[in-house]
């Protein structure tokens, strides 16, 4: 166990709705990291959130948008989903925003299905 | 920009065969490596890493030793099990850039016994 939760674990929904995925670091985590995993794309980073600031951005559509909260945990935001889409989104976090030699500790990943 | 690259998998080994993954990436400055690992159904773990050259990283019989000079840091164990068969990514951190990392596209190792 990372320490790492997100919510829900799977996902179904819809072409054209939105869904939000949530995701708590561990304990003393400031900075939050999502990832796209496809079956066709491997891992692509998303967006970083460092204490409550975008850091760094990915590969992040326009049509997605995330947030971290006073209390450090983040939700992923899609809207307008299309097929491509489905994929397992993670979350990571580490300690800090900006040491290389941080480790990223990952969750066990939402699984979104969008029919 | 900062890349990594790992062999293409599956690889199919019997159990006590020799394991070598090779990774090797593109980076400005002093990345950090990380080898990852993905069991069925579940999230990334970390297996090993090093953060500066000729270091090695090792865990559970598994090592890799970070070689600037190649720009590699191959993943290798000398006798692999039937619960080693998962998919390992090869990563870098770039501290230039607020520890973005950069994952390599997975390589499926299946272990038989």
């Known amino acids: 166990d990372s320490g790492v939760t997100q919510t829900p674990k799977h996902l179904i929904t819809a072409t054209g709705q939105r869904v939000t995925l949530r995701c708590s670091p561990r304990?003393?985590?400031?900075?939050v990291y999502w990832y796209q995993q496809s079956l066709d794309q491997g891992l692509q980073f998303l967006i970083q959130?460092?204490?409550?600031?975008?850091?760094a951005k990915g590969n992040i559509l326009e049509r997605f948008s995330a947030q971290q909260f006073p209390d450090l945990h983040s939700e992923l935001n899609l809207s307008s989903l299309e097929l491509g889409d489905s994929a397992l989104y993670f979350c990571?976090?580490?300690?800090?925003?900006?040491?290389?030699?941080?480790?990223?500790?990952f969750g066990p990943g939402t699984r979104l299905t969008v029919l | 920009g900062d890349s990594v690259t790992q062999m293409e998998g599956p690889v199919t080994l019997s159990e006590e065969a020799c394991l070598t993954i090779n990774c090797t990436y593109t980076a400005t400055g002093y990345p950090s490596l990380f080898w990852y690992v993905q069991y069925p159904g579940e999230g990334l773990q970390l297996l090993l890493k090093?953060?500066?050259?000729?270091d090695k990283g090792s865990n559970k019989g598994f090592e890799a030793t970070y070689r600037k000079e190649t720009t590699s840091f191959h993943l290798e164990k000398g006798s692999v099990q039937v619960s080693d068969s998962a998919v390992y990514f090869c990563a870098l951190s770039d501290p230039n850039n607020f520890n973005k990392f950069y994952f390599g596209s997975g390589t499926k190792l299946n272990v038989k016994p």
């Open positions: 990571a976090s580490t300690q800090s925003g900006g040491r290389g030699t941080d480790t990223q500790y």
């Open positions: 304990s003393g985590d400031l900075s």
């Open positions: 959130y460092y204490n409550g600031e975008e850091r």
């Open positions: 090093a953060t500066k050259a000729d």
